[in-house]
């Protein structure tokens, strides 16, 4: 198993552009989340999912777009980046308790 | 909203001392979970606690659960350089699995 992976690992975007951060899990794993970190601050969610078709919010997720088509995929998508995005992203997956992280996206907008 | 504080931010000791770090919540918890972030990594889970007063060891880590289910500790008996990391505590919110709000964490180094 590959567990959870993320594409790409470093991304630089102009502050305007759209991007897609994609994460897929190999783990038939219900629950999937994005997460941002940034210094000082620990984890923080910007959106989860509870399965296929269905998402929520977290607690940051202005500026995000999620879907969940498929039980494996969860991309998180920035419509138009802000300088205020610029962080590393983890995707997590889990089957209640236990959360499983990918190695995350540090992205940077210019 | 609910919120878990964790302190200390930083902790710098000396190879061989002991390290604890602290979170604290307003609100009772359902359960809280630990996490270990190693430097330019992901968190991976260590444990997870939920029942009142609960207290479980892995080898020099003791992890206990308040009494009251609010607060939560992490103790490292005997710190060794392989140690080093920042540890998150995280909480399910509302109890809706798959959903957890994090600590700030507490950033660990070791000097040899």
């Known amino acids: 198993n590959a567990g959870v992976t993320q594409t790409p690992k470093f991304q630089v975007l102009k502050t305007g552009q759209s991007m897609t951060l994609q994460c897929a899990q190999d783990?038939?794993?219900?629950?999937m989340s994005w997460y941002r970190q940034d210094p000082g601050m620990g984890l923080r969610l910007i959106h989860y999912?509870?399965?296929?078709?269905?998402?929520d919010q977290g607690e940051v997720p202005n500026g995000y777009n999620v879907s969940r088509s498929t039980t494996e995929d969860f991309p998180l998508r920035l419509l138009s980046a802000a300088p205020s995005q610029t962080s590393v992203y983890f995707c997590?997956?889990?089957?209640?308790?236990?959360?499983?992280f990918g190695p995350g996206t540090r992205l940077t907008v210019l | 909203g609910q919120q878990v504080m964790q302190i200390p931010q930083y902790q710098h000791v000396q190879e061989g001392e002991d390290f604890t770090t602290y979170c604290n919540s307003s609100?009772?918890?359902?359960?809280i979970q630990w996490y270990k972030q190693r430097p330019g990594g992901h968190p991976v889970f260590l444990i997870q606690l939920v029942k009142s007063g609960e207290v479980k060891k892995q080898k020099r880590l003791t992890f206990q659960f308040g009494e009251a289910k609010k607060n939560s500790s992490l103790h490292i008996t005997a710190t060794q350089t392989t140690d080093v990391g920042t540890y998150f505590c995280a909480s399910e919110l509302g109890n809706q699995g798959g959903k957890l709000i994090f600590g700030q964490g507490t950033e660990l180094s070791v000097k040899p």
């Open positions: 999912s509870v399965g296929a078709g269905i998402t």
């Open positions: 609100t009772t918890l359902s359960n």
């Open positions: 997590a997956s889990s089957q209640r308790d236990t959360q499983y």
């Open positions: 783990m038939n794993h219900e629950y």
